[in-house]
């Protein structure tokens, strides 16, 4: 798994949904694993929030721009705390992310970007079948995967079960979905263990996602 598929074309996975294999050189990625752990060192940290239900995410998430608990945003921590500004290096990248995926950056009239959710994946950790609806825009989901490979369960738009495709996404992928995919169901039934490139010195998975809140 140390090498990287940089420059691979993108793949449509579903009218909407692009996979970008090996999006991010190494030295970005690099870049991004040195930044997200100064990103979870404060004031937020990482979280494994709780379910309405009650049940405890396996996933740690650290959020920057917007605090994201289920199924809300806050521009406050819940100790009163602002949030952490969204990055101008992730702004960069989403517009790089959209041209690479769609073919196009997003134009001066679209909401910008200015949630990034930093999730962690252990070797034990999961993410069940959801769509990301918490934002009033419905500008696309933007998916950067650092670290541990894993299997990305992509789905339809009416129900958590099938059709849906797995793909692999490796360290340095993309994943865009927008349009009539903007609301699919996903989720990350597992990750393959001992899989992130020997060079990145991370155990474990990444996965940034970055999103446009919009207004109501």
Known sequence: MDEPLFGSPPVTVAPGAVHVPGWLDASTQRT????????????????????????????????????????SYSDRLPDGTPVRPFPELLSELADRALTAALGRP???????????????????????????????????VISLSL???CVFRFGNTETRTRPYTDVELRSGDLFVFGGSARMAYHGVPRTRPDTAPSWLGLRGRLNITLRALGRP
């Open 32 to 71: 991004l694993l040195e930044r997200c752990r100064d990103w979870a060192r404060g004031p937020a940290g990482t979280r494994h929030h709780t379910m309405p239900r009650g049940g405890r995410m396996s996933v740690s998430t650290t959020s920057l721009g917007w605090f994201w608990r289920p199924y």
């Open 147 to 149: 670290g541990d490979t």
């Open 106 to 140: 997003a134009a001066e009239e679209d909401p910008p970007y200015d949630i990034a959710l930093v999730n962690f994946y252990d070797a034990d950790a999961r993410m069940g079948m959801h769509q990301d609806k918490d934002e009033h825009a419905d500008m696309p």
